[in-house]
């Protein structure tokens, strides 16, 4: 593929979202990896106070934004959104595509509306990528209804984490209730083709469905009650959650941690962030994950220009956050604490093996299924 959209032709910008821990920075990720000579910028939007999927996908993108704390679709104004869209469609930048990770908790709604809203020739909408965990998502759409409206706007639905269920026929046909017709991928560590989302538009090859056409698009969203209110008094995701986010120089017990990814707090969804330990031999920068009780951790060496030091943010509903508060506070070495290198075993063991991209995918593994 040529890099760079010609100048006459608006930049596509893409809407990545799903619930909590499904997979979307994963699959950015990929994209960004896999791309290829096609240049993509993106734009990250998280719930904490910390922007941790800013720090997960940086330094991969041709440009990469972060929007402030608080859910994009409401906590972050239009203007906000639309003054970040423009940047990236400048034409020195010569984007081919943009993507906007929302955050797990956002209203997919709100979102698409503003960049259908958008005031810019250059720039255009193009599509809704929806992000599930397929271990979880029959719960999860139990739990909270508006998950099913959120599916029923996708273009292209990616039932990520299969490796983690057996049952890919009831979480299609649960899916097939809310929208029977976007394009179905089955994928392990959300490996989307590039191809899919980048030339011409999010859907399925020659046989999927139609993308929602604009106009029916957008009467989808004027019938929607959270579009039009402008007090936000209506029920977001995000209004039964809460985030704590904790930063600190001081290098973390890697057992405390490892406890706490293991057991977290009660309430506690999703922990995710960056970890510094400061141990000899295992000095690097740890990524640590939780979701639903499923841990996962990467390391890699620090960047010589990066902020070292550790940032976590833990996402729950019913979470207690000063006891969440004081739990992270108890991760922290003090200075006359031993350090004790045994211990690094309780983080080491959920590292993949060397040569494996991840635990959980197979090296020869397909990119993605249709579902
Ligand atoms: N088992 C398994 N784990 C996966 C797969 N894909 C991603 N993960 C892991 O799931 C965790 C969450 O992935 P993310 O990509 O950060 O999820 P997210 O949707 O961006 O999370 P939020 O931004 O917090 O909503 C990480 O530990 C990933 O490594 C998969 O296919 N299988």
């Known amino acids: 593929m040529t890099a760079g959209v010609p100048s006459s032709a608006p930049t596509p910008v893409l809407v990545v979202a799903g619930f909590l821990g499904a997979g ?15 240049r993509i910028g993106v734009v990250v939007n998280d719930f904490g106070a910390i922007n941790i999927d800013a720090l997960l996908v940086a330094g991969q993108s041709e440009s990469t934004l972060s929007l402030g704390n608080g859910c994009i679709c409401c906590s972050v104004d239009d203007s906000e959104l639309a003054d970040a869209l423009s940047d990236l469609a400048r034409p020195a930048l010569a984007l081919d595509l943009i993507v906007i990770e929302a955050s797990g908790l956002a209203e997919p709604r709100n979102l698409v509306r503003m960049v259908l809203g958008l005031d810019d020739r250059r720039l255009r909408y193009g599509g809704l990528v929806y992000v599930v965990d397929a271990a979880n998502v029959v719960a999860t759409l139990a739990e909270h209804r508006g998950l099913g409206a959120h599916l029923a706007l996708a273009d292209l639905i990616v039932v990520n984490k299969a490796d983690l269920t057996r049952d890919v026929d ?3 046909s649960q899916i097939r209730r809310f ?50 209110d402008d007090d936000h008094s209506h029920d977001h995701l995000h209004d039964a959650y809460q985030s704590v986010s904790f930063a600190t120089r001081q290098p973390l017990r ?62 729950g509903a019913g979470l207690d956050e000063a006891v969440a508060r004081h739990a992270l506070a108890e991760l922290q070495r003090p200075d006359d604490e031993p350090v004790d290198r045994q211990s690094m075993v309780t983080i080491t063991r959920y590292l993949p093996a060397a040569g494996t991209a991840e635990p959980w995918i197979a090296p020869d593994a397909a990119d993605a299924e249709p579902l």
């Open 24 to 38: 979307k920075t994963t699959l950015l990720n990929h994209l960004l990896r896999t791309a290829d000579g096609t």
């Open 179 to 228: 929208n029977p017709t976007a394009a179905l991928l089955r994928t392990v560590g959300a490996r989307v083709p590039t191809e899919l989302l980048v030339d011409p538009s999010p859907r399925a090859p020659s046989s999927g469905p139609e993308q929602l056409g604009l106009d029916a698009l957008m009467r989808e969203l004027e019938t929607d009650d959270c579009a039009r």
């Open 170 to 172: 009831g979480v299609r």
């Open 254 to 315: 890697p057992r405390a941690l490892a406890r706490f990814l293991e057991r977290p707090p009660d309430g506690a969804y999703r922990i995710k962030g960056v970890a510094d330990f400061d141990i000899p031999g295992h000095r690097d920068r740890y990524e640590v994950h939780a979701v639903g009780g499923h841990v996962g951790i990467r390391a890699r060496r620090w960047r010589p220009d990066e902020d070292r030091r550790t940032r976590l943010v833990v996402i």
